[in-house]
């Protein structure tokens, strides 16, 4: 099929994934045809007070439960358990498929999915499990919602909450925007977490959205932009960067 052919040609796609981050993506999206431009809006860097993860690790084989809440929470817990090896007796959840792959690419035995990618779902996902005197394990972002650690402990469970990791605005992320959306808008940007949302208005500001259309990866997601009145044009249905790639061709046509 020739570019032209293509379902997203002569259409500019901001992805706004941290760097590390975008590259299969932006791979998908210039497959369909689209002109795509990465502008970061989020670097990951390690907790900025480690004390907290390493006293849990260094009781590790006390928890019944590890719940990885990204991909990067996964990255950042082995980094650290590596410095203080404890064994590891916690069944294990991730709440979305790619933080089940790179859990499961470290060697844990992933045992708990939710259905969707959100942390109401991952709640739900422990319907069948008596939590009741539980001790679970949460490493996560230094920000993010309390809705699946205040919910385990209304079940009867113990969690501890401790930042694995930071999410940061890239420096120069102001000079870049002005550079980018200075120089004519793209059709579309795309939204894949609130810290995303957060971050491109700190560094780029409202204004630069007008008359670019908004795709956000899920609910949370969108509430964050509808939060800053943006208007969010499609919603991916599967909180996946598939199914935002899904939306947007829907939307496109």
């Known amino acids: 099929m020739a570019k032209a052919d293509k379902p997203l040609a002569g259409r500019r796609v901001v992805i706004t994934r941290a760097e590390s981050q975008g590259g299969e993506f932006a791979r998908k ?22 004390a907290p993860l390493d006293e849990a690790l260094a009781r590790l084989d006390q928890y019944d439960w590890l719940i990885f809440t990204s991909a990067n929470g996964v990255r950042f817990f082995v980094e650290r358990w590596k410095g203080a090896p404890q064994v ?20 844990f035995r992933v045992e708990i999915v939710p259905r969707e990618y959100v942390a109401e779902s991952l709640v739900e996902a422990f319907a069948g499990q008596d939590l009741a ?17 205040d919910a385990l402990r209304a ?10 990791y930071r ?45 670019v259309r908004v795709a956000s990866i ?10 800053h009145g943006i208007v969010v044009d499609v919603e991916a249905a599967v909180y996946t960067t598939d199914g935002l790639l899904e939306a947007i061709l829907t939307g496109s046509s």
Do not use: Y
């Open 88 to 107: 590891l007796r916690a069944r294990v959840c991730a709440i979305g498929p790619a933080t089940r792959r790179a859990a499961e690419s470290m060697g």
């Open 29 to 50: 999206l210039a497959a369909l045809g689209a002109e795509v431009v990465a502008f970061p809006t989020i670097a990951v860097s390690p907790p900025a007070n480690p």
């Open 133 to 149: 005197g539980k001790l679970i394990l949460l490493p996560r972002a230094a920000v993010a919602r309390d809705v699946a650690p």
């Open 155 to 164: 079940r009867g469970a113990t969690v501890d909450v401790v930042e694995a």
């Open 218 to 227: 899920g609910p949370v997601t969108s509430q964050t932009l509808r939060e």
């Open 167 to 211: 999410t940061v605005i890239p420096p120069g992320a102001a000079e870049r925007a002005r550079e980018l959306f200075g120089a004519g808008k793209p059709d579309w940007i795309t939204f894949t977490s609130s810290s995303t949302v957060n971050n491109f208005l700190a560094a780029a500001g409202r204004a630069a959205l007008e008359g």
